[in-house]
Structures are given as structure tokens and as C-alpha cells.
């Protein structure tokens, strides 16, 4: 049965119930919105979603504590004093729109609209928008911290050299017989657009599981093979497990020679990269290599999850190509069960990018450099977060002089959180869009209440550029003053008499859903909640792969002709045991950061008890061994410096993890302290990290994983407040 929008009768007062999708992750479980006099009394998995079959995740679950949260920000207000001072004074939309345009506008005229930038977070209802008011406006520096080092970096590469991203086959007939993790938990993080039930639902269906990992998580645990690799040696891996692929003839022949460009090129490449050559580089024994690589080959259908820890060192186009090419090695392309390409039911997004002229695209920080970013080889340019925070702090190449954050938390997600405090310092001017206070909202000169997602109209397209399902998210109710990230857009553009992106929101939605060829308007689908796009599969039959040679470039033409390797290869990332020896006498430790745990999004939730109960304090896991040599207890806070600086979190002892490694987690700050800094210098993973060169040459990507550290016992923060160990 369909529930449609709808009232429960016999409630008093009456319940309207609204279909829609939670925009809390990545993913997009279909839920059903409770809605009673105004207010939003209960949100609940809607039990007819292809993506969810009625379940939500714990951050899903407290959707109502989110939206009704005492902290929320309620209406615009103008800083009081010193950036950083904390004092606020409550304006008018009228005002903080007109002073908003008004300081715009003198930027414009004095620096050149290149000195705007805007930011924005990962994967967020509204990150389209951001892209096209900076081209409405004339900027072409907008940025995400996601964008060189999470998803799009896979994106990118796939649509050179596969012609389109591929994403794993969940909704259709056929289960897969083998999955491989390979540096993904989608159990805890939901994948990008595909829900992490739907993996659950596939491995109900029993597949072979292999697991690449240096931690042994839960689905390490159900695995046949988990291979526990030295952080950032995945590059190393894959090209051992194509050389076993290769060399042991376990590659698809006909879908090979039929479908593939540049097999001899690339048998070639990995001849010298056995096993036994990469087992001192990535601390997995020679012959579980061979045996994953086997297993990998033989199941029919096979998958792949693969996740953001392959884009968090600066080597990580490579290392994707490399890991990239084993389904297709394998044949598992566009087949039921399989990797597949979408379906692209949503059409294009309005970007107005046409609006920029060729010189105003050429001045986008970064794109000369790292083209897969922002140049010609990517699928939605950006500008280089670091090269960015350069043109703020020393007008390098240019003058930055305003940022505009539209749900960032610049101080705790980008790498180097002392390096992006010192540059925000610096600007003219920054406003802040945020559902809360932040640490980094405390530095802007505005800052904006905005609309959570039950409060917005938006659609959505899952999984993320696939849209084989398109669903509506619409609006239930509004709280305060709050208005959505594309309301504050359009009335911007309006109010600053931009020539282009003044239309409604409503419609640019219509005008997407068109695009798509769905034959439904906005407001049908809100009553339908989602369509499911009708599936093919080996679409590549039909007029084969949309790059250069028609073919999957395992040897890329797109990237010789861009200036890049054609062909994986290894190399190691900057900061290593290998790499750097040196450091590692005085930081003999391996860290990791960022694995994904199901009660926070990245910096955001830490506000809502329900989740904080669960995880109250930011926690690194280490090997008993490593701690007792330390003198470290399970529960102990500890100090994890790196060459960058330090900071502390509670250790949690895990024989799960190499005794040479240890795992942090990120996006801490403590919004129950007191503000303006709210303890974003206390347990802030970023202030370890590094966004110094080298950078991926492609991509720009800096490091957030795989750096040399060490660690000491530390005090409780609470009990001794930036107190020494
Ligand atoms: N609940 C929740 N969901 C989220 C997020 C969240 O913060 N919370 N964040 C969202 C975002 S922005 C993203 S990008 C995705 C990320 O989701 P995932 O791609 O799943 O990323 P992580 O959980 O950070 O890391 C995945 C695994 O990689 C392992 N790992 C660490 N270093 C390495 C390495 O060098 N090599 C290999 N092979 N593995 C390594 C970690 O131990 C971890 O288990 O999740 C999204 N979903
Ligand atoms: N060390 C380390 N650093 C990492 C990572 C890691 O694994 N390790 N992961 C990286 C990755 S993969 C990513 S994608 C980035 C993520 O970085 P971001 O996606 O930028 O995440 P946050 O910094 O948490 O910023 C999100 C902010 O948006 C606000 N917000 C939520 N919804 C809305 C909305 O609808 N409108 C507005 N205006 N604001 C909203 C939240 O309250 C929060 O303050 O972090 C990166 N940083
Ligand atoms: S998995 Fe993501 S989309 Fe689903 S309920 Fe949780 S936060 Fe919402
Ligand atoms: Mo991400």
C-alpha cells in the first residue's frame, strides 16, 4: 500500500502525513512525516522506499530533536565587536540580505568578483545552488571539502575513463555473489545515495565478503577475507591483486578484448607488482593477496564499495584507477548483481555556468593546476581548497576577500584547522548559513538561520549522479525565521539585481525534473514521494562507452591528453615509515582518520543528547600492546601529535588494529562548552592533518589519512582545561 500524503483520521488535531526523503547523509531513506497543528511530531522510515523498506538510522530517528533543537539558529544576526568577540545582535532578513548585497556588491567592484569565494558541505540538498550563485554572480571559486577528497575525485576519474560512474546493483533481481569493502563501511556511513540497508539486504543473500581495512570492522568480522592494509598502501595492493588477476589469466577474455583499451599496456605496468613485492609495502601477507584477488575473479556477479579512504592521500587519482579497473578486469560491468551505471532520471541541474566568461573560469584557484578539480576534466569544477586559503591569507595569486559558508564547518572538516583559522582571520567579510552556532559561524560577520530538510523543497537523485530513484523532499513546516539555502540564493540574486538565478526555486526544480524525462511536475511527485527509473543494463551495447576510444580506457587517453599518467602506478604517499624514515623515529606511529560512525555526521549532531549518550567523547582506537607500552588504559584520554600539532582523545583498545596503527575520529568540537570556541582546539582531529603540497596532480588532493604521529597518556580535558599532560 502507498501512503500518500494524507490525513490519519481520529487524531486531535488531525495528522497529516507527508512522503519525503532524509537529507541527514548521503543517502535518502524514504520517510514518512507526521505532521499535527503545524508541528512536526514524528518522522518514520517509509516502509514502500526501494532504498530503506521503512528503516532509519539513529541520526534519521531523532529527525524531530534535530529540527526542534533549543539551539537552532533562529533568526540573522550581525556580529557585536572583533571577529570572534561571541556577541551577536538579532537583525531583520531585510537587513542581513541588504548589508549582505550591499558588502557583495563593493567587493565586486573593488577586487573583482573572483575575490568571493563560497563553501559548502558534502553532498548537502543545496550544493548545486552554491556552484550556481557563484556563476550567477561571476565567481568561479566555490568550494567543498569533499570535493578533492571525497567522492568526486571518483566521479571524475570514472567519467574519463569509464564514461559514467559506476554504482553497485542493489535494486534490481539479482544479489551479488561476492562484495569487496574496499576502505567503506557503508554500514555506518550509507554509501553515496545507496543506503546502508540496502547493503544489509545484500548480505543477507550469504556473498563472499572481502574486506580492505586496517581496522576490523563489523563487516571485517563477517568476512571471508578481511586484508588488514598499512593505511595509504592501497595503491600498492590493487596493482598486486591485477597482477594475479592478469597473471593467472582470471580476467573476463571476451568482455576484455571486446570492451577494454589498453589491456597489453597495463598487463605490462603491473608485471613487476606481485604479491611478494607488495607485502612489505601494504603489511598484507603475499598469499592473501592472491587469495582475494582469486575470489575477487571467480564469484559471478561480484561488486565493489569502495570509499573515501582511497581519496585521502595526495595519490589517491591512481590509487582509484587502480582499484577502479578490478571489476572491469572481472567483467562485473553493467550486469545484474554487478557495478552498474545509472539510469540519470534527474535532469541536468541549471548551474549557469555558462555565465562565466573563459576568463573568469581561468581565474578558478587551483584548475590550471589539478584540471579533474577544476579544469577541464571535471564534472562540476571547484576551486583548490589550499591554494584558496593561500589567496586569503597572502592575496596569492588574487585578493580573497569575502567566503560565504553555506553549511561548512570550516574549522574542523578542512585539513590543517590552525591553517584555515589563520586565513578566515584574514577576510573582510564571511557569513555563515548554518542550522547551528559553530565554531567557525562564531567568526562570521552574519550569520543566517537556515531550513533543515523537513522544512525544504528539493529533489533528490539516489544513488548520488546515478538517480535511478528520484525523490521529492518537501517541505512540512518551518521553524523561526529559518529559510532554505536556495531561498537565501535566490533572494540574494535578486536583491544584488544578478542578470541570471532569480527564478523561484520551485521553478528550477520543474525545469530539472523535465530534463529528466520523468512526466511528473514537482508537486506530483511530492504526492508520489519517489519514482523508481525503469532499469537496462549493458547499456554499452548500445553505441559503447561514452569516452574517446568507445571502450573502459584501463590505458586513459583523457588523462595523457590532460597532462596525467595514462596508467596506474605506485607511489607512497609523503608522509610514511617508507617515505619518510626520519619522521618516523620521532612519530613511529601510522595514523588514521575519519572512519565513519552511525551518530554523527562529519562535525554535526553533537548537540542532540540521544546521539551524544551513545558516543559522548571523540575516541582513537589503538592496539593493547602499543598502549601498555605507553602506559595507556582503555578509557584514558591521550595525546596524538604529528608535525602539525596536537590534540587529544579517549583511547579504545582494539587487538583489530595493527600495533603500528591508530585510528582517530574527526569532526570533533563540543558545542555544551562554552563558545566562541566551544573546544574546536581541544579533540579536532584536522589539527594532525596536512594541506601542504605534495598534492594528487590531477585532483589536488591533500592528506588526511595515512600520517606518521605519536602518542602519549593525557589528562582528562574536563578536569584540567587545556592543561599539559
Ligand atoms: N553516520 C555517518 N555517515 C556518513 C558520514 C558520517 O560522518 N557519519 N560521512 C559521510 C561522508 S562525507 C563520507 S565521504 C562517507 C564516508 O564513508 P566511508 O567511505 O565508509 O569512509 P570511512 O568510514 O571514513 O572509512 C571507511 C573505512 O576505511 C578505513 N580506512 C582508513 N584508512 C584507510 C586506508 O588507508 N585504506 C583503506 N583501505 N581503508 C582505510 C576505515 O577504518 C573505515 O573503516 O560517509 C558519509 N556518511
Ligand atoms: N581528518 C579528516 N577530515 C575530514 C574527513 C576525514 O575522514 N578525516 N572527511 C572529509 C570528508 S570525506 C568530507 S565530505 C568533509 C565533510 O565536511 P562538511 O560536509 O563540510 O561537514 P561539516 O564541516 O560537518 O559541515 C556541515 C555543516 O553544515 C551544517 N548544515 C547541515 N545541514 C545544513 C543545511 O541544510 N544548510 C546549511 N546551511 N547548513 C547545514 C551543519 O550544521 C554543519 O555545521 O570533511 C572532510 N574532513
Ligand atoms: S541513513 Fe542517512 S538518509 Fe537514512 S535515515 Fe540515516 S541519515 Fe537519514
Ligand atoms: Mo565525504
Known sequence: MTIQQKEISGTNPPTVVLKSVCRSCHGGCGVLMHVQDGVLVKVEGDPDSPLNHGRLCPIGTVTTDLVYHPDRLKYPMRRLGERGSGRWQRISWDAALGEISEKL???????????????????????????????????????????????????????????????????????????????????????????????????????????????????????????????????????????????????????????????????????????????????????????????????????????????????????????????????????????????????????????????????????????????????????????????????????????????????????????????????????????????????????????SWPEINQLAGLPTIAANVVLANQKAVRTHECKSDEEIFVELARRMKLPVGTESVEDVLNAQLKGGGLGVSFDELKQKGWVKVPFRYRKYENGGFRTPTGKIELYSTRFEQLGYAPLPYYEEAPETPISAPGVAEDYPLVLTTGGRIPFFFNSEHRQIEKLRKACRDPIAEIHPETAARLGIAGGDWMWIETRRGRMRQQAKLTAGIDPRVVSAQHGWWFPDQPGPEYGVWQSNVNLLTDNQPPYDPAMGTYQLRALLCRVAPAADPQKNAGGVA
Open 105 to 451: 556588491l563593493a567587493i565586486r567592484d573593488k577586487f573583482g568578483p573572483e575575490a568571493i569565494a563560497l563553501g559548502t558541505g558534502t553532498g548537502r540538498h543545496h550544493i548545486r545552488w552554491v556552484s550556481r550563485f557563484g556563476n550567477a554572480l561571476g565567481t568561479p571559486n566555490w568550494c567543498e571539502p569533499g570535493f578533492a577528497q571525497c567522492f568526486h575525485p571518483r566521479v571524475n576519474t570514472t567519467i574519463l575513463t569509464f564514461g559514467d560512474l559506476p554504482v553497485c546493483d542493489y535494486t534490481g533481481d539479482v544479489p551479488p555473489k561476492c562484495i569487496l569493502f574496499w576502505g567503506h563501511n557503508p554500514l555506518n556511513s550509507g554509501p553515496d545515495g545507496e543506503t546502508r540497508f540496502n547493503v544489509r539486504e545484500a548480505l543477507a543473500h550469504d556473498p563472499d565478503i572481502i574486506v580492505i581495512d586496517p581496522r576490523e570492522t563489523e563487516l571485517a568480522k563477517r568476512a571471508k577475507l578481511w586484508l588488514r592494509v598499512r593505511p595509504g598502501a592501497d595503491d600498492a595492493l590493487a596493482l598486486a591483486m591485477l597482477n594475479v588477476i592478469i597473471g593467472e589469466r582470471l580476467y573476463d577474455e571476451p568482455f576484455v578484448r571486446a570492451w577494454t583499451h589498453g589491456f597489453e599496456a597495463l598487463a605490462e605496468r603491473v608485471k613487476p607488482h606481485t604479491p611478494e613485492w607488495a607485502e612489505p609495502i601494504t603489511w598484507v601477507a603475499a598469499d592473501k593477496i592472491r587469495n582475494a584477488a582469486r575470489l575477487f575473479a571467480k564469484a559471478k556477479p561480484a561488486m565493489m564499495e569502495w570509499g573515501c579512504a582511497l581519496e585521502h592521500t595526495p595519490k589517491c587519482i591512481q590509487t582509484i584507477r587502480a582499484v577502479s579497473m578490478l571489476p572491469v578486469l572481472t567483467g562485473n560491468i553493467d550486469v545484474p548483481g554487478g557495478w552498474v551505471f545509472g539510469m540519470h532520471g534527474l535532469g541536468r541541474f541549471p548551474s549557469l555556468i555558462e555565465n562565466l566568461t573563459p576568463e573568469a573560469n581561468a581565474k578558478r584557484l587551483g584548475a590550471d593546476r589539478f584540471k579533474l578539480l577544476g579544469g577541464e576534466g571535471a564534472d562540476l569544477p571547484a576551486a583548490h581548497i589550499p591554494t584558496l586559503l593561500q589567496a586569503m591569507r597572502e592575496g596569492k595569486p588574487y585578493w580573497v576577500k569575502a567566503f560565504l559558508v553555506f553549511g561548512n564547518n570550516t574549522l574542523t572538516t578542512y585539513a590543517n584547522s590552525s591553517a584555515a583559522y589563520e586565513a578566515l582571520m584574514k577576510l573582510d567579510f564571511i557569513v555563515c548559513a548554518d542550522l547551528f552556532m559553530t565554531p567557525t559561524a562564531e567568526l562570521a560577520d552574519i550569520v543566517l538561520p537556515a531550513a
